[in-house]
């Protein structure tokens, strides 16, 4: 049959294409808590069959899903079931996901508010819902965008404009060649990511002045250097690690008073904020002039989503809104691509306005809190075993060394082939460990006696 035949009879064929597509993942879904939460190699070995030619002819939709089915889905990291602790990954809400599928059914590409109200609507009540439940100031301007790396570059875009405005510079004009220097701190322990759009910012990696930090990992606060000129400064909420917090407190009142620009990187941790057991923890944050965090972290919406938030809105827009003959710049309405580096783009807010509506502040805080207690159940039991915790387990990052780095690689390639959990390894100031993050919505307690009993059981063979 010629394409365009079959394309009008798959139209036909939607539903039932649509419903072969929920049963497959729903199918997914209920198999991830019994299967290895790795992807066993012979099905990692299975995706050599996806190198064929690029196809001539077309192909039933159906057989396509199938296809797409038996050979990734067997393939994929069990990231959205219950005992997944590698990196900082959340899982995803089911009404998250729901949500998410309903947006691609709407396919609203969310630059304007004009041509997409409905979407951008979601997204200015989802913006003032974060803001309540983060306790950032109120009329805090904010961006949906992939993740907290470019969280980071739309915040620190907003930072250089609003620096050099000041200092009578205009950059997205003219650039940075002749502009005057900026003065940029950031910890020692801040993300790579963080340096990476600095770097993208023409602010570069290395002419970063690295503040030392403590045993954390949080900046010390005795160390800051002399603030003069345009500066920016960065902090973080949340070391990857250890999950420790800079002390704002003590850094955020000299650094404003000094005139710097303040910028807090929170890719999970600023959600130890809508905690109110946790919220001491980010004491004086609300001092800084932007934050970024990551909704597919710990809020629990399927990837991509993180959200730049900045207290004036007017140096956000004036590093990202466009002027373009045919593009509606000004409007009434929030247009969400004036906050954005993208211009088309899809509907962030909706899952994260979803899983607001349905959680509440309460469900949100149960969350948060569940995830922090259960980090420390890994950590009790796991040094009631014998092991060394590393860490303070002050928010949900845990980590734990097994001997030396050598049985401690050892023990975490046991663990991952176990496959009852998931957890990576990584090296804290020296010491090669295990690095366990609970941020799941699906983790339930016995998922981490289950999955202690595993690492214990491993790291003793
Ligand atoms: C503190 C911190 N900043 C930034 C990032 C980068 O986030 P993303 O991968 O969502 O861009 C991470 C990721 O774990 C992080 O922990």
Redesign the pocket.
């Known amino acids: 049959m010629e394409p365009v035949a079959r394309a009008l009879r798959e139209r036909v064929g939607l539903k039932a294409l649509l419903e072969r597509s929920f049963r497959r993942a729903v199918a997914y879904l209920e198999s991830l808590p019994d299967r290895a939460v790795r992807p066993l190699p012979d099905a990692v070995e299975r995706l050599a069959a996806l190198d064929e030619p690029l196809p001539e002819s077309s192909s039933a939709a159906e057989d396509v899903l199938a296809r797409l089915d038996e050979l990734v889905s067997p393939a994929t990291m069990a990231m959205a079931g219950p005992r997944f602790f590698g990196?900082?990954?959340g899982g995803s809400l089911p009404v998250a996901l729901a949500a998410n599928w309903l947006a691609g059914a709407w396919d609203q590409n969310t630059g304007y508010a004009s041509s997409t109200p409905g979407t951008s609507r979601l997204e200015v009540v989802a913006l003032r819902w974060l803001c309540e439940l983060l306790d950032l100031p109120a009329g805090t301007a904010g961006g949906f965008v992939?993740?907290?790396?470019?969280?980071?570059f739309t915040a620190l875009a907003a930072a250089r404009n609003s620096v050099l405005t000041r200092a009578g510079w205009a950059v997205e004009a003219d650039g940075l060649f002749g502009a005057p220097p900026i003065h940029v701190i950031a910890g020692e322990e801040?993300?790579?990511?963080?340096l990476k759009s600095l770097g993208m910012l023409g602010l570069g990696r290395s002419r970063v002045t690295r503040v030392p930090v403590d045993a954390q990992g949080r900046m010390r606060a005795d160390a800051l250097p002399k603030i003069s000129g345009p500066t920016i400064l960065c902090l973080?909420?949340?070391?990857?690690n250890t999950g420790a917090f800079d002390p704002f407190t003590e850094i955020c009142p000299v650094a404003r008073a000094a005139g710097a620009w303040i910028h807090v990187?929170?890719?999970?941790?600023l959600w130890a904020r809508a905690a109110p057991e946790l919220a001491h923890l980010t004491r004086g944050i609300e001092l800084a002039d932007s934050w970024?965090t990551?909704a597919?972290?710990w809020l629990n919406v399927p990837y991509?989503s993180?959200i730049a938030f900045v207290r004036d809105g007017g140096p956000l827009r004036a590093a990202m809104a466009i002027t373009a003959e045919y593009l509606p710049t000004e409007s009434a309405n929030r247009n969400p691509s004036d906050y954005t580096p993208e211009l088309s783009r899809r509907a962030r807010g909706v899952e994260i306005w979803a899983v607001l509506r349905a959680l509440g502040r309460q469900g949100v805080r149960e969350m948060i809190e569940r995830n922090c207690r259960q980090a420390r159940r890994f950590a009790e039991r796991l040094t009631a075993a014998g092991h060394e915790v590393l860490n303070d387990v002050v928010l949900n990052q845990v980590l734990v060394k097994f001997g030396d780095a050598a049985k401690t690689r050892r023990a975490i390639e046991a663990i991952q082939e176990d496959g009852t959990c998931w957890a990576g390894v990584t090296v804290w100031q020296g010491h090669t460990a295990m690095r366990i993050s609970v941020c799941s919505w699906a983790t339930t307690d016995e998922d981490v006696e289950r999955s202690v009993d595993a690492m214990i059981r491993c790291a003793a063979r």
């Open positions: 990196f900082v990954i992939t993740g907290a790396t470019v969280a980071n801040s993300h790579p990511t963080l973080q909420a949340g070391n990857v990187d929170g890719a999970f941790g970024a990551d597919h972290k991509d993180g």
